[in-house]
């Protein structure tokens, strides 16, 4: 490469000079040379902290995951390579947690993108007393998930809770699918104000002389807001699903508290956490954490390829 | 220059933290050894505490460390710790069915000489055998705890005998439309476990093997998986059974629901709170359901030394203060559990306080042991798994299904639900 270059320079064809000048000072300057090893060494103690704190654990719990590595039978520990996935894949356990998970999830995230996009309709539209509806709105995402949480299990627990009372004082959190329909409402009650933020984020990118040359042009206000603005917010609305998603994908603390993943209300971070934490099984709780974690790359990578030049990274997003 | 000055300056005061640190650190070593202990919220346990601190005149001195109050919290937590080879937990606090799990990790010490005998000498002997594993003593028993048949007085006269008449005695009462429902433990968790290896080994079956590597789940833990069925499916079982844990179940029965409960006697102290419940609040030994006398599940707590302690003889020794007779009887009087040392029974302020210790020495005599494996956590949570909810079992399917995935738990191969 370089002798091309030489070689164009000393021909003169002049084609492009510039550049290539630039590109002999960046190979030859001392100067530019211990600046840019300066930078390294700068850059090296934040990265080899990188590495060290999450490059290395995500290695482990991949050697993990092909060991018997169980903590109460220390002596038994042997490499056996994919056993632990064959186990996992193969447990009605680990896909129950899957289905459960997914469900939660795609349910969930769907109810609250229409209610917070509502929600950041009005937050956006509000005339009179705007910073109490959005405080108000905001509310149940300031209250700590756990605290919330044991306030619905106590609401739900016959004898002690008004909702169960309500409905009949049946102990709605003792059956699977009942305890599920819990779970999302305090999911969605817990979750919708962030997606409301993200989206009104968004709303605030949609020029209003656009909705009002619109609403000449005879335009209704459906149209208007599927037409002008959500293509408008669609990288708004992206990063809020992407963001909602794979939170809700990893949900853990709402379970923990209401079910504790008892009658196979188990999503797949509860499960996990069961083998790694309260089984002490080091190997299959690895090999789930690792599952896991393809899971939410796919999701990411579905996203991004779905949504396409919206997503966010690629330049030409506002593209339209 | 001013630079330079500024950073000496720093440097300087950096340096005075440091020495201020390791000054306070050597402060605390010259009040003597100290023993962490690390146990449940037990009300009284500091009182204990203070008097062995006393009887020690310095040679150690213990330290009481809260737990959380939930079994499973005060597990990880140890385990957690212990793993990482933690050295600052010396004596712990164990749940009688962890002796195995963490005798097996090596986490912590066998009992071994004088200390050994001086810990088996007047025990009784059920306690002690959930502190043995392989035939080594790997704790010292603290309290322990047996369940009791609870039962109103006014509503039924005669408590009963067998499990058959106590479901048709309730029945009976339901029936009149009267508060005879039947409380107890049918949540998914270590309960439903205490309350099905009561029913198995009363019933004479087995569901692990003795050394505890192979499950067996026999003939007798089917039946006992039917007489569980039976309860579950009966008319007077408490609607909200299937989610019902100690504290539950003694709710309903107080706040008048239930004729029946079978709960541990931490429901005697409390129920006193309510003078016109507690009147008529009786007890009688746990039904049968052979014909024979029920081996009732024994719980309580052990006292365990870490593998990782620096101070092993200081924390042998403050174990044995810590559930020498005297401090049992303080627990036993102070915070109503029942003590493992067979003499503190007859102390005459037992009577008052405890008016139902001949009941449970004479079930202790005669208890049962849940299943000893190390891995006992994964056995206890596939058999509340499996047998959740109560209602639904098929005895002979659930058996088999209890036996393939027991043995997977054995063989930690199984997916933990």
């Known amino acids: 490469m370089s002798q091309t270059t030489t070689e164009d320079t000393a021909t003169g064809t002049g084609a492009s000079p510039a550049p290539v000048a ?94 917070g996009m509502s929600l950041a309709l009005i937050m956006h539209r509000a005339l009179v007393g705007r910073g109490i509806v959005r405080t108000t709105t905001l509310i149940p995402y300031g209250i700590v998930t756990v605290v919330a949480a044991f306030s619905w299990r106590f609401a739900w627990t016959p004898g002690t809770g008004y909702l169960a009372e309500a409905l009949g004082g049946d102990p709605v959190l003792t059956e699977k699918v009942p305890a599920l329909i819990v779970v999302s409402i305090a999911e969605i009650w817990k979750t919708t104000p962030f997606m409301a933020l993200l989206l009104m984020a968004g709303l605030a990118l949609v020029p209003d002389d656009l909705l009002k040359a619109a609403a000449m042009d005879g335009a209704s206000g459906w149209q208007r807001f599927i037409k002008i603005t959500v293509p408008i917010m669609k990288p708004a609305i992206l990063v809020a699903l992407l963001f909602r998603t794979l939170d809700a994908f990893r949900i853990f603390d709402n379970l923990f508290v209401l079910t504790a993943g008892s009658q196979g209300t188990s999503s797949v971070s509860m499960l996990t956490y069961n083998n790694l934490i309260k089984g002490l099984n080091l190997g299959i709780g690895s090999t789930m954490s690792v599952l896991i974690f393809i899971m939410v790359a796919i999701i990411a990578f579905v996203f991004i390829k779905l949504f396409g030049t919206a997503a966010p990274g690629s330049d030409d997003g506002g593209k339209r | 220059m001013g630079a330079t000055r500024r950073y000496r300056l720093a440097a300087g005061v950096g340096a005075a933290m440091l020495a201020a640190g390791t000054l306070t650190a050597c402060g605390s070593g010259d009040q003597g050894i100290t023993v962490n202990v690390y146990k449940y919220p037990q009300e009284n346990f500091q009182a204990i505490v203070d008097a062995c601190n006393a009887k020690a005149g310095g040679r150690y001195n213990i330290v009481y460390n809260k737990l959380p109050r939930e079994a499973d919290g005060q597990r990880e937590q140890m385990v957690r710790r212990l793993a990482a080879e933690d050295d600052s937990m010396d004596v712990l606090g164990l749940d009688v069915t962890w002796t195995a799990e963490l005798a097996k990790a090596g986490w912590i010490k066998e009992f071994t000489g004088s200390v050994k005998s001086q810990v088996e000498s007047g025990t009784l002997k059920t306690p002690l055998d959930t502190a043995t594993y392989e035939g080594k003593l790997y704790g010292a028993p603290d309290n322990t705890n047996v369940q009791l048949l609870w039962y109103r007085s006014d509503l039924v006269p005669t408590p009963p005998k067998t499990w058959d008449e106590m479901i048709s005695m309730a029945e009976a009462l339901v029936a009149e439309g009267k508060p005879g429902q039947i409380v107890g433990q049918g949540k998914q968790y270590e309960g439903l476990v205490v309350l099905y290896n009561t029913l198995v080994n009363s019933n004479g079956g087995t569901i692990l093997d003795e050394n505890g590597t192979k499950a067996v789940v026999d003939d007798k833990a089917v039946e006992a998986l039917a007489a569980l069925k039976k309860l579950a499916t009966s008319k007077a079982i408490d609607p909200s059974f299937s989610n019902a844990a100690e504290d539950n179940a003694r709710l309903a029965m107080e706040n008048g629901n239930a004729a029946f409960q079978l709960n541990w006697p931490y429901v005697y102290a409390a129920a006193q709170k309510k003078p016109d419940f507690a009147k008529n609040f009786k007890w009688a030994p746990y039904p049968t359901v052979s014909g024979e006398q029920s081996k009732v599940t024994v719980g309580g707590i052990n ?66 042991v849940r299943p000893r494996t190390p891995a006992y956590q994964n056995v206890s949570t596939v058999i509340s798994t499996i047998l959740s909810p109560p209602a639904g079992i098929d005895p002979q399917a659930t058996a088999d299904r209890l036996r393939k995935e027991l043995q997977d738990a054995l063989d930690s191969k199984g997916v933990l639900p």
């Not at chain 1, 590109?23 to 990188?50: D, F, I, Q, Y």
């Not at chain 1, 060290?52 to 482990?60: D, E, Q």
């Not at chain 1, 064959?86 to 795609?106: G, R």
């Not at chain 2, 174990?319 to 109503?336: H, N």
């Open chain 1, 22 to 115: 630039a590109r002999k000072k960046v190979a030859l300057s001392e100067g530019k040379k211990a600046e840019r090893r300066l930078g390294w060494l700068l850059c090296a103690p934040a990265a080899l902290t990188m590495i060290a704190v999450t490059g290395w654990p995500i290695l482990y719990s991949l050697l993990l995951s092909m060991q018997r590595f169980d903590l109460k039978f220390p002596d038994r520990t042997e490499w056996i390579w994919f056993d632990n996935y064959v186990t996992v894949l193969s447990s009605p356990y680990w896909w129950n947690a899957v289905w459960v998970t997914v469900v939660l999830t795609v349910v969930t995230v769907a109810i609250e993108l229409v209610l």
């Open chain 2, 303 to 368: 006292y365990a030394v870490s593998n990782y302690t620096t101070k092993p003889n200081e924390s042998f020794d403050a174990v044995l203060c810590l559930r020498s007779a005297e401090s049992q009887k303080l627990a036993a009087l102070k915070d109503g559990v029942p003590p493992t040392i067979e003499a503190v029974y007859d102390e005459p302020e037992m009577a008052e306080a405890y008016p139902m210790r001949d009941d449970i020495k004479e079930t202790l005599k005669n208890a049962s």
